[in-house]
């Protein structure tokens, strides 16, 4: 027979199970905005029932229940989920950072529209066009010089830019290399609490629910591989390196390269290179993305300055002087350092336009240089040879070489040679042609066809004087003139509009890939951080209802102990009273 | 599923950015009029308008250059148009000095005019625009003639050079006369005629006609000058209907189509509100709320 104070237990148990309850409640309701925080459960038991099998037990009929034991406090979580979190977060990291660096990029380039570097470019070869209208203009020869201080203003300007969000990456990288090694030693401090706290048996919770949300963090920097270990602790492994183990956590470095950018490795120096993730994008978009901009700018800068120069030195300026190079620049920093010739600015009189001296009516070299505007490659004489005279191939006023429609040819220098009216073209690599040169009807242009070479060469002869053709071979062929070099603007070659305009959409397509890619990685995110609230996210109203069930079974259990009461009175106080 | 009051949270929040993202892109292409604001807007139509654009500045420096050309060409007319009254008058002299009927003295007065008339050729062919002599090749700086006494002018000081005016991708035009080719049969024929009535002699037949010759030259260069103004014109009006139609072009790729811009702001504006009614009412209530 049990004790009548038996009962008494019971309901203690399950005031003690039932305030428990509520207390988990409470933890839980108090936690519904936790970052990271999983719903807690108290895991219920009926205590172990009377009697136990043995030969000593009592005759009664068995067994008795004994109340409600509390065996655990658990939190839901679903492990595989989190796997997954913390894996794409990762990616829509990498996305992000590059989106973000691609904004700045786009900021330089705010293309279409009359203030970017379209619209200068425009503007350059406008002011070329007006000088070659009216050589004689000051007006005109100020614009020019306008423009071109103007469009190197303009490149130097966008040179800066991205050299400052270079700079910014870098910083960039510091603060994420940074942020691991913080993120690792909190995450190692976690494992030593968790450790102690799981041999104890217990659960810690919230201990896990802050290391769970720490590696999110951390995955959003650099992937993590995790792999956790019987004493509740985990490894995070960078790359197949232990990033953290046990209670120690590894520690990251910075490391300068020769052009001053930093690159993450670990503290011993050894080489660090994360597979994905914001950092990985960072490095990448810096050392591939952002080279390549710059590297195209430069390109710009130097196919522009060096055609201009190239053409404005062999022309002759008002002075009756060869042309100087309008263009000044370091062959290191094109973009950065590209500049105007000061002497010129401070007199437009040195812009060399025409194309032999004391002729003042003369733009035609002014004409040539504003041709390069359509143009792919451009054709010059020998720097030193004929750079009095320009385009001049004769000592008299016949015959001029007067523009270039040449397409395919390679950059190099040709020599014509040749006698009678067969005249031969050869280039540097040997490759050669001869043609047949027809005479010259006066006040007509020529073409000098090489097709096979891919040059031709525009000769127009000045009114009311022909020239035979035999004249014209010895002019070309005459030694110290008979030599032309050909380059293109660009490689491959293009005009200087594709060229910047394929700049400025390689810029936008990187930018509109990283929006499409970061949006459709937030979806995903979003759906799986959804998943997570869903298993482990706090519902009030279910938190409420349990309170209501809680509430009634410890008020349940109260009772019981009242009604247990009660009927202790009647045996103790009421009992073998009677007669009395 | 369990729906629990983050999830609630969470995509009422996702659900109102994502539409505020959107009219917020909406609201910057009715401000700016624009479909394209950044390069990343449609990477392949900017890339297109860019190039157009610079198409564009081009055309508009063709129509400056062919209204450069223009003013040259008409100026060099009207020195042209001058210069043949002036051979016209020659002409009438020569004609009736070779009439026997003069006496020597009207022949030599006769000669008197003419040496005006030859100085007044020296003149026109010293024609500027722009403050520079259109006839003289290159060497505008240089009258293509000076009056060196009375009736006399020194020989052509110009050169060939050949003046091209751009007035169109790959297409250029002359827009220069040599004065040489122009003037110099008359100032010739003229001072043949000069000295033919100082010498008070009759005026000889060849001298009639070197001066027909030297007004059918300038005739020449003359409708050679028109046609080049009509060239100019023509290209005048071909370059608008290209700047037109290449403008369209570039609205096309890079203007907002209004209507439809609006009409989806206003979608979306609708999407946000039914958002915003449908949160709140969700929102508002929860067990707790009747729960006593």
């Known amino acids: 027979m049990s004790s009548p104070f038996f009962g008494l237990d019971i309901g203690a148990s399950a005031l003690r199970a039932a305030q428990q309850l509520l207390d988990t409640a409470a933890h839980n309701v108090a936690n519904a905005n936790t970052p990271g925080y999983s719903r807690q459960r108290v895991n219920l038991v009926a205590a172990p029932p009377y009697t136990y099998p043995a030969f000593n037990r009592s005759g009664l009929p068995g067994q008795i229940g004994t109340g409600v034991n509390v065996m655990a406090i658990t939190r839901i979580r679903d492990n595989f989920l989190d796997l997954q979190v913390q894996t794409q977060t990762g990616l829509q990291g990498q996305w992000d950072a590059r989106q973000q660096e691609l904004s700045k990029v786009e900021a330089i380039f705010p293309e279409p529209s009359d203030s970017g570097l379209g619209g200068t470019l425009s503007k350059y070869w406008n002011a070329w066009?007006?000088?070659?209208?009216?050589?004689?203009?000051?007006?005109?020869?100020?614009?020019?010089?306008?423009?071109?201080?103007?469009?190197?203003?303009?490149?130097?300007?966008?040179?800066?830019?991205?050299?400052?969000?270079?700079?910014?990456?870098?910083?960039?990288?510091?603060?994420?290399?940074?942020?691991?090694?913080?993120?690792?030693?909190?995450?190692?401090?976690?494992?030593?609490?968790?450790?102690?706290?799981?041999?104890?048996?217990?659960?810690?919770?919230?201990?896990?629910?802050?290391?769970?949300?720490?590696?999110?963090q951390l995955s959003a920097v650099v992937p993590t591989q995790v792999l956790t270990r019987a004493d509740g602790t985990i490894s995070v492994l960078l790359g197949g390196t232990d990033l953290v183990n046990n209670v120690y956590a590894r520690k990251l470095d910075t490391q300068t390269g020769p052009t001053g950018d930093l690159t993450p490795v670990w503290a011993d120096g050894t080489a660090f290179t994360p597979p994905s993730g914001a950092l990985k994008a960072l490095t990448d978009f810096r050392d591939v993305d952002l080279a390549?901009?710059?590297?195209?700018?430069?390109?710009?800068?130097?196919?522009?300055?060096?055609?201009?120069?190239?053409?404005?030195?062999?022309?002759?300026?008002?002075?009756?002087?060869?042309?100087?190079?309008?263009?000044?620049?370091?062959?290191?920093?094109?973009?950065?350092?590209?500049?105007?010739?000061?002497?010129?600015?401070?007199?437009?009189?040195?812009?060399?336009?025409?194309?032999?001296?004391?002729?003042p009516g003369d733009g035609s070299v002014a004409g040539l240089i504003a041709d390069l505007r359509n143009a792919t490659s451009y054709t010059a004489g020998t720097a030193g040879v004929n750079a009095v005279g320009g385009m001049d191939l004769t000592t008299g006023t016949t015959a001029r070489l007067m523009t270039i429609a040449s397409g395919s040819a390679t950059a190099q220098t040709w020599t014509f040679s040749g006698s009678g009216n067969s005249l031969t073209?050869?280039?540097?690599?040997?490759?050669?042609?001869?043609?047949?040169?027809?005479?010259?009807?006066?006040?007509?242009?020529?073409?000098?066809?090489?097709?096979?070479?891919?040059?031709?060469?525009?000769?127009?002869?000045?009114?009311?004087?022909?020239?035979?053709?035999?004249?014209?071979?010895?002019?070309?062929?005459?030694?110290?003139?008979?030599?032309?070099?050909?380059?293109?603007?660009?490689?491959?070659?293009?005009?200087?509009?594709?060229?910047?305009?394929?700049?400025?959409?390689?810029?936008?397509?990187?930018?509109?890939?990283?929006?499409?890619?970061?949006?459709?990685?937030?979806?995903?995110?979003?759906?799986?951080?959804?998943?997570?609230?869903?298993?482990?996210?706090?519902?009030?109203?279910?938190?409420?209802?349990?309170?209501?069930?809680?509430?009634?079974?410890?008020?349940?259990?109260?009772?019981?102990?009242?009604?247990?009461?009660?009927?202790?009175?009647?045996?103790?106080?009421?009992?073998?009273?009677?007669?009395? | 599923m369990r729906v629990t009051e983050g999830m609630i949270y969470n995509s009422t929040n996702q659900a109102l950015a994502s539409t505020l993202s959107k009219m917020s892109s909406m609201t910057e292409k009715v401000s700016s009029t624009k479909e394209l604001n950044r390069p990343s807007d449609n990477p392949a139509d900017v890339r297109s308008a860019v190039q157009l654009r610079d198409v564009l500045a081009e055309l508009d420096q063709f129509g400056r250059n062919i209204d450069a050309a223009s003013g040259r060409v008409d100026a060099m007319d009207n020195a042209m148009a001058s210069v043949g009254d002036l051979i016209q008058r020659a002409n009438e002299l020569a004609i009736s000095g070779a009439n026997s009927s003069l006496s020597a003295s009207d022949r030599q007065a006769m000669a008197q005019e003419v040496s005006q008339l030859i100085e007044s050729v020296a003149q026109d062919a010293g024609a500027k625009f722009e403050g520079d002599y259109i006839f003289s090749g290159f060497k505008v700086g240089t009258p293509p003639y000076t009056v060196t006494g009375p009736g006399a002018v020194s020989a052509y000081q110009g050169d060939h050079g050949v003046v091209i005016a751009r007035i169109g991708q790959a297409s250029s035009m002359q827009v220069s006369v040599a004065g040489d080719t122009v003037f110099q049969p008359a100032l010739d024929a003229l001072s043949q005629l000069q000295s033919d009535l100082q010498s008070g002699n009759l005026v000889q037949p060849g001298t009639i006609t070197a001066l027909q010759g030297a007004l059918d030259n300038l005739l020449a260069s003359r409708s050679q000058v028109g046609a080049r103004a009509n060239r100019l014109d023509q290209s005048k009006t071909s370059l608008a209907s290209l700047t037109t139609s290449n403008q369209a072009l570039l609205s096309q790729l890079e203007d907002a189509?209004?209507?439809?811009?609006?009409?989806?702001?206003?979608?979306?504006?609708?999407?946000?509100?039914?958002?915003?009614?449908?949160?709140?009412?969700?929102?508002?209530?929860?067990?707790?709320d009747y729960l006593r």
């Open chain 1, 129 to 216: 066009q007006d000088i070659a209208a009216d050589p004689t203009s000051t007006a005109a020869r100020s614009a020019l010089t306008e423009q071109a201080q103007a469009l190197a203003t303009d490149i130097n300007r966008d040179a800066t830019q991205l050299g400052i969000i270079r700079t910014g990456i870098n910083a960039q990288v510091t603060d994420k290399v940074q942020t691991i090694n913080d993120l690792a030693t909190q995450i190692a401090t976690l494992n030593g609490q968790i450790q102690r706290v799981s041999v104890t048996g217990d659960n810690p919770n919230d201990l896990l629910d802050q290391r769970e949300q720490l590696l999110e």
């Open chain 2, 257 to 288: 189509d209004m209507p439809s811009v609006i009409t989806e702001l206003s979608k979306r504006q609708t999407t946000y509100q039914a958002t915003l009614a449908v949160t709140a009412k969700v929102m508002q209530t929860s067990l707790i």
């Open chain 1, 292 to 359: 390549s901009y710059q590297s195209q700018l430069d390109s710009l800068a130097q196919g522009i300055a060096d055609a201009t120069n190239a053409l404005h030195e062999r022309g002759v300026d008002q002075l009756g002087n060869a042309g100087q190079a309008l263009f000044t620049y370091q062959a290191s920093a094109v973009a950065g350092t590209l500049a105007v010739n000061q002497a010129i600015v401070a007199d437009p009189r040195l812009l060399a336009v025409a194309s032999s001296p004391n002729s």
């Open chain 1, 425 to 580: 073209l050869t280039g540097a690599n040997g490759q050669t042609q001869t043609i047949t040169v027809p005479d010259m009807a006066s006040g007509t242009t020529q073409t000098l066809n090489f097709d096979q070479l891919g040059i031709s060469l525009k000769l127009s002869t000045a009114i009311g004087v022909g020239k035979a053709a035999t004249d014209l071979v010895t002019d070309l062929t005459t030694a110290g003139q008979n030599t032309i070099v050909t380059a293109s603007l660009f490689t491959p070659p293009q005009t200087a509009s594709d060229f910047y305009s394929g700049l400025v959409g390689k810029i936008g397509t990187a930018g509109s890939q990283a929006q499409e890619m970061g949006a459709n990685q937030q979806l995903v995110v979003n759906q799986l951080t959804q998943r997570v609230a869903s298993t482990s996210g706090v519902s009030l109203d279910e938190e409420a209802t349990d309170m209501v069930r809680f509430q009634h079974a410890y008020q349940a259990a109260a009772r019981v102990i009242t009604t247990m009461d009660q009927m202790l009175e009647t045996l103790i106080n009421n009992t073998g009273l009677v007669g009395r």
